[in-house]
């Protein structure tokens, strides 16, 4: 499934953004869609995650209350909606898709196809 992130840009501390994953000629079925961040000189970190299907999303507790994971079947679009961002968010964003168990969602290595990224820069 080829992924393509979207949605980054430049933000004042405290704002918000949306960030969209799509599939292009593809559907999400039955996958797991995670969210990822790397900010500069640092490793690639979990950010969210949740089955395309529904259930309950995981969170990297940095983000919890502040980011929330969504779907429109209807688009074949998942989204990460972030707000309250803080400099520390800044960061290229990547979504990714797996079909493994809860428990592997916030492994890298779980994930088997990955977007191109989208630059997330929080600053004043």
């Known amino acids: 499934v080829q992924l393509q992130a979207s949605g980054g840009g430049l933000v004042q501390p405290g704002g918000s953004l949306r960030l969209s994953c799509a599939a292009p000629g593809r559907t999400f079925s039955n996958y797991v869609i995670g969210w990822f961040r790397q900010a500069p000189g640092k490793e690639r970190e979990f950010v969210a995650a949740?089955?395309?299907?529904?259930?309950?999303?995981v969170y990297v507790d940095s983000v919890k209350g502040r980011f929330t994971i969504s779907k429109d079947r209807a688009k074949n679009l998942v989204y990460l909606q972030m707000n309250s961002l803080r400099p520390e968010d800044t960061a290229v964003y990547y979504c990714?898709?797996?079909?493994?168990?809860?428990?592997?969602?916030?492994?890298?290595?779980?994930?088997?196809?990955w977007g191109q990224g989208t630059l997330v820069t929080v600053s004043s």
């Open positions: 949740d089955r395309w299907t529904g259930g309950s999303a």
């Open positions: 990714a898709t797996g079909r493994g168990p809860t428990s592997t969602w916030s492994r890298a290595r779980s994930y088997d196809y």
